[in-house]
């Protein structure tokens, strides 16, 4: 069992950066990563996902070239830098792990965190 919780949200103006932050209660070193996002009425969808050791990372398109996603297995830490912020990528930001399966794809995710509203002012 792993119990996740994120944090680092805010509110930052257009073009500024965040830093989310992912803590877990158990050992991460076996889980693919990754954090998803919700915007109001709309489906929660892929964000960016590291692969267990870190050295593959995964990316929406639409975060490409300004968000990265690390991992700290020592720490149990998972990490998103958020950089260029746009109004668009205002949501609620989640972390979740995958025992298996494709990083993309919500379905695989057994674990989830509960989320930090992430807002950003145009």
């Known amino acids: 069992q792993v119990q996740l919780v994120e944090s680092g949200g805010g509110l930052v103006q257009a073009g500024g950066s965040l830093r989310l932050s992912c803590a877990a209660s158990?050992?991460?070193?076996?889980?693919?990563m990754g954090w998803f996002h919700q915007a109001p009425g709309k489906e929660r969808e892929f964000v960016a996902a590291?692969?267990?050791?870190?050295?593959?990372?995964y990316y929406a398109d639409s975060v490409k070239g300004r968000f990265t996603i690390s991992r700290d297995n020592a720490k149990n830490t998972v990490y998103l830098q958020m950089n260029s912020l746009k109004p668009e990528d205002t949501a609620v930001y989640y972390c979740?792990?995958?025992?298996?399966?494709?990083?993309?794809?919500?379905?695989?995710?057994?674990?989830w965190g509960q989320g930090t509203q992430v807002t950003v002012s145009s």
């Open positions: 979740a792990a995958s025992a298996t399966g494709s990083s993309r794809d919500m379905q695989n995710y057994n674990y």
């Open positions: 590291i692969n267990r050791s870190g050295s593959s990372t």
């Open positions: 158990g050992r991460i070193f076996s889980y693919i």
